[in-house]
């Protein structure tokens, strides 16, 4: 099947597609017949580089175009064999699969000199010609420097910066842009009509984002949907060809960042590269639903947000809206666009985005140790985000009593401090869940699992439960890999299946590293049971503190 990029190739300068400011200039030197022999087109891809020069060629060696239009007439002979690439006057060279200095020799220097077979001008269009060797492109320049009368060059690259300045100097350089999203939507809405389509507005906005700029992308894409063979075209259909937007996950991951949860905000970006996502396309739509929260927060009310987002999401996006400071979420959104930036610099490609996750829990908290007065605003110079979550600011102090039980150990906490364990209680398992309990059944857990997974048990077998933090089960392994396999998303969630169907909970599982772990359960697990003990050290493990004595 011909592809729709070939088949709706522009025959007319009109049909380009964006552009315009090389439209103009090359149809008014057309007119004027004011050429130069030396053309550099640099741009992007699927921007229209050959498209632009196969009209350029045509409108030069047309036998019919009128002398005040720069529109080839598509009828005679010349313009007919430059459409089907027939032309014997118009060479298209591949510069990739030709580098070498005897293929320019060959292909162009030898073609230059002899007299074109049937039309005015012999036309060279040199794709990629940053991919020539230097000695080829010395021989070229050779030719540029002094052309036949009847020779014209085009050069087309996406590397102008890789072309000698000799071969640069010689040339009459356009320099052409990415598609504007409106244009290249409006170019498909075209094609639609012509192949009697019916399409959503929605999915060519979701093609033309898709693409980035490059109408040959976009075309592709739509290419490929059209293949499915349906009549009308809704973004059901479409889904199957184009990535989804994953804004549930989006959402989920923005309520993380909201709230100061930098754990699961980096483990949900972990799960989501398991499943396959594309980080780069995660961090665009992530980066456009920030800009909704912010835009939602300044409630300007724009409508094109409810056209993008589904009735659930917006319901997010309000109570999110209402968490967060307006001038927290710029900085918010500046801190992924930066990061954005490194994603394809760094070998572990989610790093960036749990780079970004840290900055924005964390930078800004207090570094409280027990010593210290508590403050409820922010203290470092950096960021200004607000305080990490487990301290409560004063605001909320007034409205909630610390506990009897809590003041009756008379330790050196503040208020504050207390208020920051309560907070955490939220986290945790029902009453009728302790660690005994998890311990005690055991076995009938290793069981469950099985009925879920057969090798399951063995990887279990090799660690111990070793203690009950909040909601989290941490179970010790002497050996790593067997850590890591545990740690596993698609694992852990049946372990954690079976663990809640076994003790009727909601916990969760983390796998540790512990070389000794045979001694280790008894000690680790007894000081957090005691509430004093366990309420300090904890405090100590949050904030990085020491005890006043
Ligand atoms: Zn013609």
Redesign the pocket.
Known sequence: METLYRKYRPQLWEDLTGQDHVKLTLEKALILNKLAHAFLFAGPKGSGKTSSARLLA?AL?????ASESAE?????????EITLSRSLDVLEIDAASNTGVDNVRENIIDTARLSPTKSKHKIFIIDEVHMLSASAFNALLKIIEEPPIHVFFILATTEPFKIPPTILSRCQRFDFKKVDLAKIKEKLKKICAQEKIEIESKVLERIAHQSDGCLRDAENLLGQILALGEKKITEKEASLVLPRSNWKEIFSFLEHLVNREAGPAVILINQLMEDGIDLFHFMEDLISAARYLLLTKLNTNLSFIAEELEEEELKKLGSLASKIEAGLLGKMIETFIKQKSFLRSTHIPQLPIEVAIVEICYSGAPAITLKEEFSPTPTSKSYGYPPEKKVIPKKEEEKTNPTQTVKEKKTELKTAEILAVEAESVDLPPANITFETVKEKWEIFLKKVQEYNHSLPFILKMGEPQDLRGKILRISFRYTFHKDKINEHKIKVIAEKALNDVLGGNLTIEGVYNPEKNNAVEEIDKPLEKADNGLVSSLIESFGGQLAE
């Open positions: 045509k060696n047309c036998k019919k175009r080839p007439c598509n009828t005679c002979s010349s313009c007919q």
